[in-house]
């Protein structure tokens, strides 16, 4: 049997994988001039052919044999120097074709034919709603042909591409178009140059019957760069925000890193069938369609705010990723924790910082902080994996990027870049390590950051527990922080962390007292002191301080830890009213209401009256009538945390009782606060022409929330109000707004509202996703049953990516009541999905199961439950390596 015949699952992993050591990196022993590429695209058999010019390196071993990694091909010819190579002479199995007694420099051709439309996985080549289009990060090269398929090995690339005319009349690759040509069998042909050195994982091809939308940007030096969209034509008048996006972000480089495009071309593609969110192919970026297209009547405020740092963050990869790469694979986080701190900061510029600053930190938060405390924990740069595919991780990308924004606080703005300009300059071309980023810091700022590497290697969330002395008679104020990580699997010991931590002290009247940090260089007052915690246990003096201050520590949360304040509730509410500091205002406010949940949560296993202190009413009452405030802070500051930060609060996770006690809370501030909640709704209600700003957003984003507080209240006006948001809204954002509201109430408006919205929207997949991800987070009772029943919708299908988030992982990650049904329905439902995806499409399979992982956290019954789906899964016959190491890291860790 060929490679061909055989199906995706057949040829899956059947004994324990390897696993691969980031100190067993060894440099490539022969490096590539350059690659040749013609593609004859065929649905189910597409022929290959590539020339490849190679060269051994000087250090390397005269008798080192060439290592290429293929799978899912079939070998059709190989030729070096132009002579057949006879099957003796080279060595092949299903991952790897190696070739011995090699000359130091000389030409390989070699011919594959590929299957695309078996190709449910998603990488390498594919296709997708009738298009062919490519994957290739990390390992999706060696699924189009046999090539040293590791970031280190960069090439120049000519590449071919053959197809039908008129089924596939576009026909796309990296760089610049060079020529173009019909045969006289009906097909046609491009012929695409990329100037530029890049890795295999870089390389895209798209071929299809695709509309596009053209604009340009003329770049600081003068050059003209065309930018071009191509979608399906049904889908043409949802391109301008992401063009507009691309130009912001493109003159936002110049600006900010200095850094101009460099070529003549910036190709986006928009695709259905997509693993992840979009993916930066030098010149020629591929998206899944979710996260480029957008119209107002069919995305909301946060669609448009994703896509533009979406977009953003593919082209910030031409600098950071693409003229400066990886490595390795360990060193993901060089580019992509970069390139997050990127986009983040642009998203700030653009937008509104203390907004960004705080959802930044929630994702955090509630992702990375239970990743960090959970089997799957692992340093942003990881030291082992079995399959990198499970390491693009909240981690490696935003902690990673928390990591960079330290470097940014310790060396200043300016500081910072001297030290990228040095990176970007001293690194092009190249493929280096995390620790030439540092290099470059510490050398174009003269600094030794050596303590602070720590972050790179170390896993788990460090935590600082504070005590603090004043003496009224001296003025003196004095701070004393320790700080302690948790051991995480396979790193018991951790050596201390070099922290910045931004902090202020504040007066009983609210104002910021100035003092001075003794025992520094700086011996002037100032509000606020930028404190390096580099030892286990520290202190600090101040002096000059009035009167007792109220500390406010970790100001725009300048590292990834936690901040164990000694302080009550009446503290937090003070810091929440008064700290200048708009996000530790409303980390404090966050802080309260956590202290007052766990509170809760333990008088409801007592069997006690749950009852809300007044105080915590009046603090949000005084905040919703602040007119002082963004409406989009004031939005935030009333979001209660949500249960699942809740539950990493909590020794034993029991969610029924953190879901009654948020609900709870909820009732008790809409009944408490009823006038307010509709006031603020009715102000903000105004019918606008729908526009993309930080203030429209920020009024929608208050308006709705109102509404939701509303809809607590057993109000038929309500009901009413929210009919007509649903009904009369032209754009996405309060559509949405209201149908998630009535979603999560068992009311007669739901049903009908859900019904209304799919017979208006099924032409649209990107809204009908909306619509199956909505109904898989209603945390009303029988949501598997619906979730179930979802699955046997015509439009459903378990080989699309998005639509499997939309409602598998929708329930299971965050449907927490559902989810977790003390009889186990939700884990054997999550079991079954994660067996039947491992064939088609592992990377996605692997994703779901994370929702397994933490089973340690939950009550012994629970715990029983999930074990026992984890070791079913883990003893299945024929796993993915992805699926594989997330089942096994679970059961040991
Ligand atoms: N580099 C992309 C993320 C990405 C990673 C893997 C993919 O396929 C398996 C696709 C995209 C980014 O950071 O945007
Ligand atoms: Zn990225």
């Given at each position: 049997?060929?490679?061909?015949?055989?199906?995706?699952?057949?040829?899956?992993?059947?004994?324990?994988?390897?696993?691969?050591?980031?100190?067993?990196?060894?440099?490539?022993?022969?490096?590539?001039?350059?690659?040749?590429?013609?593609?004859?695209?065929?649905?189910?058999?597409?022929?290959?052919?590539?020339?490849?010019?190679?060269?051994?390196?000087?250090?390397?071993?005269?008798?080192?044999?060439?290592?290429?990694?293929?799978?899912?091909?079939?070998?059709?010819?190989?030729?070096?120097?132009?002579?057949?190579?006879?099957?003796?002479?080279?060595?092949?199995?299903?991952?790897?074709?190696?070739?011995?007694?090699?000359?130091?420099?000389?030409?390989?051709?070699?011919?594959?034919?590929?299957?695309?439309?078996?190709?449910?996985?998603?990488?390498?080549?594919?296709?997708?709603?009738?298009?062919?289009?490519?994957?290739?990060?990390?390992?999706?090269?060696?699924?189009?042909?046999?090539?040293?398929?590791?970031?280190?090995?960069?090439?120049?690339?000519?590449?071919?591409?053959?197809?039908?005319?008129?089924?596939?009349?576009?026909?796309?690759?990296?760089?610049?178009?060079?020529?173009?040509?019909?045969?006289?069998?009906?097909?046609?042909?491009?012929?695409?140059?990329?100037?530029?050195?890049?890795?295999?994982?870089?390389?895209?091809?798209?071929?299809?019957?695709?509309?596009?939308?053209?604009?340009?940007?003329?770049?600081?030096?003068?050059?003209?760069?065309?930018?071009?969209?191509?979608?399906?034509?049904?889908?043409?008048?949802?391109?301008?925000?992401?063009?507009?996006?691309?130009?912001?972000?493109?003159?936002?480089?110049?600006?900010t890193?200095?850094?101009?495009?460099?070529?003549?071309?910036?190709?986006?593609?928009?695709?259905?069938?997509?693993?992840?969110?979009?993916?930066?192919?030098?010149?020629?970026?591929?998206?899944?369609?979710?996260?480029?297209?957008?119209?107002?009547?069919?995305?909301?405020?946060?669609?448009?705010?994703?896509?533009?740092?979406?977009?953003?963050?593919?082209?910030?990869?031409?600098?950071?990723?693409?003229?400066?790469?990886?490595?390795?694979?360990?060193?993901?986080?060089?580019?992509?924790g970069?390139?997050v701190f990127r986009d983040q900061t642009f998203s700030a510029d653009l937008n509104s910082p203390a907004v960004q600053r705080i959802d930044d930190v929630n994702v955090l938060r509630a992702h990375q902080f239970?990743?960090d405390a959970?089997?799957?924990?692992?340093?942003?740069?990881?030291?082992?994996?079995?399959?990198?595919?499970?390491?693009?991780?909240?981690?490696?990308?935003n902690k990673g990027a928390e990591v960079v924004r330290m470097l940014c606080n310790i060396l200043g703005r300016e500081g910072f870049r001297k030290g990228t300009?040095?990176?970007?300059?001293?690194?092009?071309?190249?493929?280096?390590?995390?620790?030439?980023?540092v290099?470059?810091m510490e050398?174009a700022n003269t600094v030794d950051l050596n303590q602070f590497r720590n972050w790179?290697?170390q896993?788990g969330t460090p935590e600082l527990v504070i005590n603090e002395n004043y003496n009224a008679d001296a003025r003196l104020y004095s701070l004393t922080i320790r700080q302690h990580c948790p051991?995480?699997?396979?790193?018991?010991?951790k050596k201390p962390y070099h922290i910045p931590l931004a902090m202020g002290l504040i007066g009983i009247n609210g104002k910021a007292l100035s003092s001075i940090l003794e025992n520094t260089k700086a011996n002037t007052a100032k509000p606020e002191h930028m404190l390096a915690l580099t030892k286990p246990e520290q202190h600090w003096t101040f002096s000059g301080v009035d009167e007792k201050p109220v500390l406010s520590l970790g100001r725009g949360f300048t590292a990834p830890v936690k901040i164990l304040l000694p302080y009550d509730n009446e503290a937090l509410a003070f810091l929440f009213a008064h700290d200048p500091d708009e996000f530790n205002r409303w980390d404090a406010g966050q802080k309260l209401a956590i202290n007052i949940m766990l509170k809760l949560i333990d008088?409801?296993?007592?069997?006690?009256?749950?009852r809300l202190e007044a105080s915590f009413i009046e603090a949000y009452r005084l905040t919703l009538n602040n007119k002082d405030l963004d409406k989009a802070l004031v939005a935030q500051a009333l979001s209660l945390p949500s249960?699942?930060y809740l539950?990493d609060q909590c020794?034993?996770?029991?969610?029924?009782?953190?879901?009654?006690?948020r609900?709870?809370i909820?009732?008790q501030l809409?009944?408490s606060l009823?006038?307010d909640w509709?006031r603020v709704?009715?102000e903000n209600?105004?019918?606008?022409?729908?526009?993309?700003?930080a203030q429209?957003m920020a009024q929608?984003s208050l308006?709705?929330l109102c509404?939701?507080?509303?809809?607590?209240?057993?109000?038929?006006?309500?009901?009413?109000?929210?009919?007509?948001?649903?009904?009369?809204?032209?754009?996405?954002?309060?559509?949405?707004?209201?149908?998630?509201?009535?979603?999560?109430?068992?009311?007669?408006?739901?049903?009908?509202?859900?019904?209304?919205?799919?017979?208006?929207?099924?032409?649209?997949?990107?809204?009908?996703?909306?619509?199956?991800?909505?109904?898989?987070?209603?945390?009303?009772?029988?949501?598997?049953?619906?979730?179930?029943?979802?699955?046997?919708?015509?439009?459903?299908?378990?080989?699309?990516?998005?639509?499997?988030?939309?409602?598998?992982?929708?329930?299971?990650?965050?449907?927490?009541?559902?989810?977790?049904?003390?009889?186990?329905?939700?884990?054997?439902?999550?079991?079954?999905?994660?067996?039947?995806?491992?064939?088609?499409?592992?990377?996605?399979?692997?994703?779901?199961?994370?929702?397994?992982?933490?089973?340690?956290?939950?009550?012994?019954?629970?715990?029983?439950?999930?074990?026992?789906?984890?070791?079913?899964?883990?003893?299945?016959?024929?796993?993915?390596?992805?699926?594989?190491?997330?089942?096994?890291?679970?059961?040991?860790?």
């Amino acid at each position: 049997m060929t490679t061909l015949e055989k199906t995706e699952a057949e040829s899956l992993q059947a004994v324990s994988p390897r696993v691969v050591y980031l100190n067993e990196y060894k440099k490539p022993d022969y490096q590539l001039d350059s690659v040749e590429l013609r593609f004859e695209l065929d649905e189910t058999c597409t022929r290959v052919y590539s020339r490849l010019i190679f060269r051994r390196a000087p250090e390397a071993d005269a008798q080192a044999p060439l290592k290429l990694d293929g799978s899912h091909l079939e070998l059709r010819s190989l030729k070096l120097n132009g002579e057949t190579l006879k099957p003796d002479s080279y060595m092949l199995d299903d991952e790897q074709l190696l070739i011995q007694n090699l000359p130091k420099n000389f030409e390989l051709e070699v011919g594959t034919h590929i299957n695309p439309q078996a190709n449910t996985a998603l990488e390498g080549l594919y296709l997708s709603s009738g298009m062919f289009c490519t994957q290739c990060e990390a390992e999706g090269f060696r699924r189009i042909t046999y090539f040293p398929d590791r970031p280190d090995v960069m090439s120049r690339y000519s590449v071919t591409v053959v197809a039908d005319k008129q089924k596939y009349p576009v026909l796309l690759s990296n760089g610049n178009k060079q020529d173009a040509g019909e045969l006289d069998d009906g097909r046609h042909w491009v012929r695409w140059q990329d100037p530029s050195l890049k890795p295999s994982y870089l390389f895209a091809l798209v071929a299809g019957d695709l509309a596009s939308r053209e604009d340009s940007f003329t770049t600081m030096s003068g050059r003209k760069v065309s930018l071009q969209l191509f979608t399906e034509a049904e889908n043409i008048h949802k391109c301008e925000h992401a063009l507009m996006s691309l130009k912001q972000a493109m003159k936002w480089d110049e600006d900010t890193y200095g850094r101009e495009y460099d070529l003549d071309v910036y190709m986006i593609v928009a695709v259905n069938d997509f693993n992840m969110g979009a993916m930066e192919n030098k010149g020629l970026n591929v998206f899944n369609a979710s996260c480029v297209l957008a119209s107002s009547e069919t995305a909301t405020d946060q669609d448009y705010y994703r896509i533009q740092s979406i977009i953003a963050h593919e082209y910030f990869h031409n600098w950071s990723g693409n003229r400066v790469t990886c490595r390795d694979w360990f060193q993901l986080s060089l580019k992509e924790g970069f390139t997050v701190f990127r986009d983040q900061t642009f998203s700030a510029d653009l937008n509104s910082p203390a907004v960004q600053r705080i959802d930044d930190v929630n994702v955090l938060r509630a992702h990375q902080f239970s990743e960090d405390a959970g089997p799957m924990a692992h340093p942003v740069r990881p030291d082992h994996y079995i399959e990198i595919s499970n390491f693009y991780t909240v981690t490696v990308y935003n902690k990673g990027a928390e990591v960079v924004r330290m470097l940014c606080n310790i060396l200043g703005r300016e500081g910072f870049r001297k030290g990228t300009d040095l990176y970007f300059s001293r690194h092009d071309g190249q493929a280096v390590t995390t620790d030439d980023f540092v290099k470059a810091m510490e050398d174009a700022n003269t600094v030794d950051l050596n303590q602070f590497r720590n972050w790179y290697s170390q896993a788990g969330t460090p935590e600082l527990v504070i005590n603090e002395n004043y003496n009224a008679d001296a003025r003196l104020y004095s701070l004393t922080i320790r700080q302690h990580c948790p051991p995480t699997p396979g790193q018991v010991e951790k050596k201390p962390y070099h922290i910045p931590l931004a902090m202020g002290l504040i007066g009983i009247n609210g104002k910021a007292l100035s003092s001075i940090l003794e025992n520094t260089k700086a011996n002037t007052a100032k509000p606020e002191h930028m404190l390096a915690l580099t030892k286990p246990e520290q202190h600090w003096t101040f002096s000059g301080v009035d009167e007792k201050p109220v500390l406010s520590l970790g100001r725009g949360f300048t590292a990834p830890v936690k901040i164990l304040l000694p302080y009550d509730n009446e503290a937090l509410a003070f810091l929440f009213a008064h700290d200048p500091d708009e996000f530790n205002r409303w980390d404090a406010g966050q802080k309260l209401a956590i202290n007052i949940m766990l509170k809760l949560i333990d008088d409801y296993h007592t069997g006690k009256d749950l009852r809300l202190e007044a105080s915590f009413i009046e603090a949000y009452r005084l905040t919703l009538n602040n007119k002082d405030l963004d409406k989009a802070l004031v939005a935030q500051a009333l979001s209660l945390p949500s249960e699942s930060y809740l539950a990493d609060q909590c020794e034993i996770v029991d969610v029924d009782a953190i879901h009654k006690v948020r609900e709870f809370i909820r009732q008790q501030l809409a009944e408490s606060l009823a006038d307010d909640w509709l006031r603020v709704y009715e102000e903000n209600d105004v019918n606008a022409t729908y526009h993309f700003s930080a203030q429209d957003m920020a009024q929608r984003s208050l308006k709705n929330l109102c509404l939701s507080y509303l809809l607590e209240q057993d109000n038929g006006k309500h009901r009413q109000r929210c009919l007509s948001q649903f009904q009369n809204s032209d754009n996405m954002t309060d559509v949405l707004a209201a149908l998630s509201i009535f979603n999560q109430h068992d009311m007669a408006e739901r049903q009908q509202a859900l019904d209304a919205f799919y017979d208006k929207w099924q032409h649209d997949r990107q809204v009908v996703e909306k619509w199956f991800s909505i109904q898989a987070g209603s945390s009303l009772a029988g949501a598997l049953k619906r979730v179930q029943t979802l699955m046997r919708h015509p439009v459903f299908s378990i080989k699309n990516p998005n639509l499997v988030r939309s409602l598998i992982g929708r329930f299971c990650a965050a449907n927490p009541v559902n989810f977790h049904l003390s009889d186990g329905s939700g884990y054997r439902y999550l079991a079954d999905q994660v067996l039947a995806l491992d064939g088609l499409n592992p990377q996605i399979a692997a994703r779901l199961l994370q929702s397994l992982s933490r089973w340690r956290r939950f009550d012994t019954m629970r715990q029983i439950l999930m074990r026992e789906q984890l070791e079913r899964i883990a003893g299945h016959p024929g796993l993915s390596k992805d699926v594989y190491e997330i089942a096994s890291r679970s059961l040991e860790g």
